[in-house]
């Protein structure tokens, strides 16, 4: 089994920064493309950015310029450093990952349990 587990989010101001974290552990031979969502009250879950394993990396409209991704392989961990941030911002941010299971190499979806992130003042 594989689990993520989201860490960083919490109370900003607008303006201010936020890391996020996504850790990923269990049975896991190779991570391929990692995202991190986000899901506002009363809409629906959009994707925030992604990060393939080679470290290709792409963002929604709303977040360039402002968010950057990354991710360190050797500890199957990714990460989301958020600058500027905006009341618009608020949700909970979850990550998400496609990982070959070692043993059986299969391709499975898996998911976070989400980081509430709040901006305001």
């Known amino acids: 089994q594989v689990q993520l587990v989201e860490s960083g989010g919490g109370l900003v101001q607008p303006g201010g920064s936020l890391r996020l974290s996504c850790a990923a552990s269990?049975?896991?031979?190779?991570?391929?493309?990692m995202r991190w969502y986000r899901q506002a009250p009363g809409k629906e879950r959009e994707l925030v950015a992604a990060?393939?394993?080679?470290?290709?990396?792409n963002y929604a409209d709303s977040v360039k310029g402002r968010f950057a991704i990354s991710r360190d392989n050797a500890k199957n961990t990714m990460y989301l450093q958020m600058n500027g941030l905006k009341p618009e911002d608020t949700a909970v941010y979850y990550c998400?990952?496609?990982?070959?299971?070692?043993?059986?190499?299969?391709?499975?979806?898996?998911w976070g349990q989400g980081t509430q992130v709040t901006v305001s003042s």
């Open positions: 990060i393939t394993r080679r470290g290709n990396t």
């Open positions: 269990g049975s896991i031979f190779s991570i391929n493309t």
């Open positions: 998400n990952a496609v990982v070959i299971v070692s043993g059986s190499y299969y391709v499975d979806d898996y």
